[in-house]
């Protein structure tokens, strides 16, 4: 029987809110238990600080640069230290032996096509703390032969689709509306993954431009507001499914919908992230998916999605920390050479391995 790892997973994404860590039991393959899911938000000046950064980033050029400067030093602390409190407090809480930790770290740059990818975080600080073996910088082996470097959660997403088929719960595919919408689906027990386009990346930037909100809780705002169809079918037209692809939030802006109403804009874009999916769904002939991430908590566009997908947390799972728990189960991957990127998910050549081991 191959060996049980208690492993903690790191993540936290590109709308920069908060870290999710996840503690799992899992051998890496067939076996998965959840063991405490931790959360801690970030604060609006860690926010602000981020968002500074990452729009001072034209090119992964000026990366060099950027980590010379006082404030990136600053907010890496920043974010390094709440990473180590969150892993220390899971460790504490745990009875058994913590074995590794996957960090993710949080993407401020992504540029496949240079094959580079960038996340800030300080693993030397956080292993010479926590004195585990960390697992991090998991996309730049796929990057290196080809890959898009993403996304990588879909080998974890399949793990779930199998076990929920396992209890007669059968579905197509699992969509995750972070700042992105990413998709896995199976096809003759084959796993396909890739980025659809925007999730909640130009409705959040359309909040805090035009509403001073971070995002449209629950979909409120954008309910009860007819979009603008044509422009909204116009922006999904240009999108082509042919191919793996993996976007950043630089790919998107919401300046083209300037023009738009406060109102009508807002509900404009939740029905381009809605549509997107539906079209990609249609187009690849997949029935019914599971929606993970912040999106699917706006109801104006699962409502959209009716009839098609479901939330992950109506199936016992907690939505809120499907990706730290890939990067626990990913980890493990790593640490066993096990493949955690594929030619179907992220375009790679061939199957492969990634993350470096930090040991102690």
């Known amino acids: 029987m191959s060996k049980i790892y208690n492993s903690i997973g790191t993540m936290s994404g590109t709308s920069f809110d908060g870290i999710d860590a996840s503690l799992i039991s899992t051998n890496g393959q067939d076996i998965f238990d959840v063991q405490n899911n931790l959360y801690e938000k970030f604060d609006e000046k860690i926010k602000s600080n981020l968002k500074k950064i990452k729009e001072n980033i034209k090119s992964y050029k000026d990366i060099n640069e950027i980590k010379t400067t006082k404030l990136f030093v600053e907010v890496e602390n920043q974010i390094t230290d709440l990473h180590i409190k969150l892993i ?58 080809g890959g898009q470097g993403a996304p990588l959660t879909p080998i974890f997403h399949k793990l779930i689709l199998q076990k929920l088929k396992s209890k007669n719960q059968t579905f197509d595919g699992i969509v995750n509306i972070g700042g992105i919408s990413n998709v896995t689906y199976i096809n003759k027990d084959k796993i396909f993954a890739t980025d659809i386009g925007p999730g909640n990346c130009l409705m959040d930037e359309w909040c805090k431009k035009f509403h001073n909100t ?140 990634g993350g470096i081991i930090k040991k102690v």
């Open 214 to 353: 971070d995002y449209d809780h629950n979909g409120t705002k954008s309910s009860g507001t007819k979009p603008d169809f044509i422009i909204a079918n116009n922006f999904i037209d240009r999108f082509n499914f042919d191919k793996n692809v993996s976007y950043d939030f630089n790919d998107f802006s919401i300046s083209e919908f300037r023009n738009l109403k406060e109102d009508i804009g807002l509900s404009t874009l939740t029905y381009i992230t809605a549509n997107l999916i539906l079209t990609f769904l249609n187009e690849k002939k997949i029935n019914k998916i599971i929606v993970s991430g912040g999106g699917r908590k706006n109801k104006t566009l699962m409502n959209y999605l009716e009839g098609r997908a479901i939330d992950i947390d109506d199936l016992n799972y907690e939505g809120d920390f499907i990706e730290s728990q890939a990067f626990g189960y990913l980890a493990v991957r790593s640490l066993n050479q096990l493949p955690i990127t594929f030619p179907e998910t992220t375009g790679v050549e061939r199957e492969l391995s």
């Open 88 to 145: 220390k407090t899971l460790i504490l809480k745990f009875e058994e032996k913590v074995d590794l930790v996957g960090f993710h770290g949080i993407t401020l740059f992504h540029d496949p096509k240079n094959k580079f990818s960038f996340q800030i975080g300080n693993v030397k600080k956080i292993c010479e703390s926590i004195k585990l073996p960390i697992v991090y910088n998991f996309r730049q082996n796929d990057l290196n032969h």
